[in-house]
């Protein structure tokens, strides 16, 4: 079973609506990542999280929110969705215990706002 | 502030060529490097990493020198096969100031039989 799971893995919706993409992992790791990824132009964090009670945002966090609901769980949400959050989303987890950072990513959610 | 840049793809190449894909970066601190390899219609996986000036990374024949001097990271393989093809992302992670991870734009690699 894969250690990084994301539902769903694609998605098509409309402008305005509310949605949310879910992550978990099965990793043990403290620190949870949400990341999007457009043609071009690598791969943007959107937000943060060390622990259950660290939420932090990232390079373009405006028109997303998070929720961390346990270690395992952390949640993206798009409040009213519009055509340029069109993208491929990507969780990640990390252990800093190593000292470098490793990051493990899932197999991405593909997102279409029309 | 702190960046990475890798070369534009795509790269194409034929099956047993050598490969090169370039990677500079900026950082105010002393940041680990890694490349990451994602397959199509899959994520992001740790390729190999280094975390000190002079480590070289190595893994499926794919190598990578941290070299402070000159503030690169590039990536090498002797001879690709085609199931390299894939798109290959450098990156840097620092943890001076607060938590920071900088993708490059990612480089595109077809190797053809």
């Known amino acids: 079973d894969a250690d990084v799971t994301q539902t769903p893995r694609n998605r098509i919706t409309k402008t305005g609506k509310r949605i949310m993409l879910e992550c978990s992992q099965t990793?043990?790791?403290?620190?949870m990542y949400w990341y999007r990824q457009d043609p071009g132009l690598g791969l943007r964090l959107i937000y943060y999280?060390?622990?259950?009670?660290?939420?932090n945002k990232g390079e373009i966090s405006d028109g997303y929110s998070v929720s961390r609901q346990a270690q395992a769980k952390f949640s993206l949400s798009l409040e009213s969705a519009i055509p340029n959050q069109t993208a491929l989303y990507f969780c990640?987890?990390?252990?800093?215990?190593?000292?470098?950072?490793?990051?493990?990513f899932g197999p991405g959610t593909r997102l279409l706002v029309l | 502030g702190d960046s990475v840049t890798q070369m534009e793809g795509p790269v194409t190449l034929s099956e047993e060529a050598f490969l090169t894909i370039n990677c500079t970066y900026t950082?105010?601190?002393?940041?680990?490097l890694f490349w990451y390899v994602q397959y199509p219609g899959e994520g992001l996986q740790l390729l190999l990493k280094?975390?000190?000036?002079?480590d070289k990374g190595s893994n499926k024949g794919f190598e990578a020198t941290y070299r402070k001097e000159t503030t690169s990271f590039h990536l090498e393989k002797g001879s690709v096969q085609v199931s390299d093809s894939a798109v290959y992302f450098c990156?840097?992670?620092?943890?001076?100031?607060?938590?920071?991870?900088?993708f490059g734009a990612g480089t595109r690699l077809f190797v053809k039989a």
């Open positions: 990793k043990g790791h403290d620190r």
């Open positions: 280094a975390t000190k000036a002079d």
């Open positions: 999280s060390f622990d259950v009670k660290d939420i």
């Open positions: 990640a987890t990390s252990d800093a215990r190593g000292g470098s950072e490793t990051q493990y």
């Open positions: 950082a105010t601190g002393y940041p680990s």
């Open positions: 990156a840097l992670s620092l943890n001076t100031g607060g938590f920071k991870t900088i």
